[in-house]
């Protein structure tokens, strides 16, 4: 077994509306910040995840990812391995 | 005997006392159904009614989506069985899959509160059939964060070939909402879609709160019509005849 990190980045599909993000975009003239635009505002999730092996960990994300975490409809979803946070555990025959 | 009608109860759920007692008005014997158990024991037809099921986390219904009686509530639809979302409910149901489209957060940010107006499109429904007539507009309350009716346009032009928009926002007059229009349709719904219909025919979804305008006392009598059509079609799927006609128009 070993254990892995993992980030997944949710965002608003291209095209879909997203009030936050305009928000986001309406408050920039406030803090005197030009040049800014196309403001899109999603979710990040961590997690860790014991497996065999780091395919087999990717592959858990990924249904995580597409059944649970993002509405295919509306949102997109990248998958990052998180740097460092990985380690295998020593256990024979694992 | 009264017909027997689920009404779902997930944690945060808060509307599930006002469905089951609009239930019983409209002549049904409501059922509470908890969200752990995998059994509708029997009922004829299955509500789900609105609040902020499992802290709306995540997104609005998606947790709820995978409850054990969610399981349940898939296959009795599969079946044929009848299956109304109410707000939360409408987005639990469009989570699950079991109706077209999303919700998304509403335009301006804000939660909604509020009375508006919505028609029903098509009277042959099991969720319409009782109504006065197609088109009239129905004033019931909104209150709901995330009630912005989304689908791709190839999406909702297929919706609307099917004859699958069951409400729209309208304003008092009847007259159709514009996408834009804060006044009569302040969640920015495309189309002004406020309820939809599954393809065929017996799971439908819609944001406004018809069980908190079912009797004079509440300030509006509109939604009774939705919940008598919804258990008088119950009790006919009851007794073993077809609900209504329906299918795409």
Not at chain 1, 57 to 70: M, P, T
Not at chain 1, 80 to 93: D, F, I, K, L, Q
């Amino acid at each position: 077994m070993s254990t892995h990190r993992f980030a997944v980045n949710v965002t608003p599909k291209p095209g879909i509306l997203d009030p936050q993000g305009r928000a986001v975009e309406g408050s920039l003239g406030h803090l005197g910040i030009d040049g800014v635009s196309a403001v899109r505002v999603g979710r990040r999730v961590e997690m860790t995840v014991d497996a065999a092996d780091e395919p087999s960990a990717r592959a858990i994300v990924e249904r995580l990812a597409s059944e649970l975490l993002a509405n295919p409809l509306i949102e997109s979803y990248a998958i990052e391995s998180v740097a460092g946070a990985s380690s295998t555990v020593g256990e024979p025959g694992g | 005997m009264s017909v027997r009608v689920g009404v779902v109860v997930f944690p945060g759920s808060n509307c599930d006392r006002d469905t089951t007692h609009a239930l019983a008005m409209a002549g049904a014997e409501p059922v509470e159904l908890w969200h752990e158990q995998a059994s509708l024991e029997g009922v004829a037809a299955v509500v789900l009614p609105g609040g902020f099921a499992y802290g709306d986390y995540l997104r609005a219904g998606v947790i709820a989506r995978f409850s054990p009686v969610m399981r349940a509530v898939g296959a009795f639809a599969a079946e044929g069985g009848l299956v109304l979302g109410i707000c939360n409910g409408f987005q639990v149901l469009a989570e699950a899959g079991l109706v077209p489209g999303a919700l998304l957060r509403n335009r301006g940010l804000r939660f909604l509160g509020r009375d508006v107006h919505i028609a029903a499109e098509r009277l042959d429904t099991p969720f319409t059939h009782a109504l006065a007539a197609a088109g009239q507009p129905l004033r019931m309350p909104i209150a709901h964060g995330e009630g912005c009716y989304f689908a791709d346009d190839p999406s909702l032009d297929a919706l609307e070939r099917d004859s699958q928009v069951l409400f729209r926002y309208v304003d008092a007059d009847g007259r159709r909402a514009g996408t834009d229009d804060r006044a009569a349709n302040p969640n920015g719904s495309l189309r002004a879609i406020a309820g939809v219909i599954s393809g065929n025919g017996n799971v439908a979804g819609l944001m406004p709160h018809p069980e908190r305008a079912a009797e004079a006392v509440l300030g509006s009598e509109d939604g009774a019509g939705i919940i008598r059509s919804l258990v008088d079609s119950a009790a006919r799927a009851a007794s073993g005849e077809t609900a209504v006609a329906v299918g795409a128009g």
